[in-house]
């Protein structure tokens, strides 16, 4: 079965600190893996897009590494801000498989002062 | 702006009732989707379109139904059918190639 693991399940942080979230994924034959940040109450928004010959790409404070070999992936947060208070929503793409998506249930973290 | 409308933001039902959610775009997207999103769990498919007046069912069809009558357009009912309905529905579009995809700012559904 295609699956995506995110983890923490959750995150507390200080502002200005760095976090790390992590994901994980079994979906074969790969696309390409997304990174999504949804507020509460709205639609995820898109961070990042990888495919499996990139091993790393940036959107601002954002950064998405991907290792296609052992399947995983993280998101790193550099200097937070109250306003990355999110969940961060892990999503592969299959092969083959048109535009459908395998989800992961998110990690949502909380930036606090 | 290019972009998906999703309406209305909130939306109450009476149980046994029908209720339709509208889903708009204006990016020119030939493919739309419809997910359902409950707490502890990732975004799970409805329904999906690749071109006008064609849908397929995706991983959770039942109680549901669309229609694909305009390509901008991807109305998606709530039937009476389905049996736990209160959820937050989003919709999304995409070129039928490439990497962009993109959602709608959701449609909060209760049923009281």
């Known amino acids: 079965k295609n699956q995506v693991e995110q983890s923490p399940q959750s995150l507390i942080i200080l502002e200005g600190k760095n976090c790390t979230l992590q994901?994980?994924?079994?979906?074969?034959?790969?696309?390409?893996l997304r990174w999504y940040k949804q507020d509460t109450g709205r639609g995820p928004v898109s961070l990042t897009i990888?495919?499996?010959?990139?091993n790393t790409k940036s959107n601002g404070r954002y950064t998405a590494t991907l290792d296609a070999d052992t399947k995983q992936s993280s998101l790193h947060i550099t200097a937070s801000q109250l306003s990355d208070s999110a969940s961060y929503i892990c999503?592969?793409?299959?092969?083959?498989?048109?535009?459908?998506?395998?989800f992961g249930t998110g990690t949502q973290l909380k930036v606090e002062l | 702006d290019g972009g998906i409308t999703q309406s209305p933001k909130y939306l109450f039902r009476k149980e046994g009732q029908n209720v339709t959610l509208s889903c708009e775009q204006n990016?020119?997207?030939?493919?739309m989707y419809w997910y359902r999103q409950d707490p502890g769990q990732g975004l799970r498919l409805i329904y999906y379109s690749q071109i006008v007046n064609d849908f397929q069912k995706g991983d959770i069809a039942e109680g549901y139904s669309v229609s694909r009558e305009k390509k901008e357009s991807f109305p998606l009912t709530v039937t009476s059918a389905q049996k736990n309905p209160t959820a937050f529905y989003l919709c999304?579009?995409?070129?039928?190639?490439?990497?962009?995809?993109?959602f709608g700012s959701g449609t909060r559904l209760t049923v009281v």
């Open positions: 999304a579009s995409s070129p039928l190639a490439g990497d962009s995809y993109t």
């Open positions: 994901c994980n994924y079994t979906v074969s034959p790969f696309s390409n």
């Open positions: 990888m495919t499996f010959s990139e």
């Open positions: 990016l020119n997207h030939d493919a």
């Open positions: 999503v592969v793409s299959k092969k083959g498989g048109g535009n459908k998506l395998t």
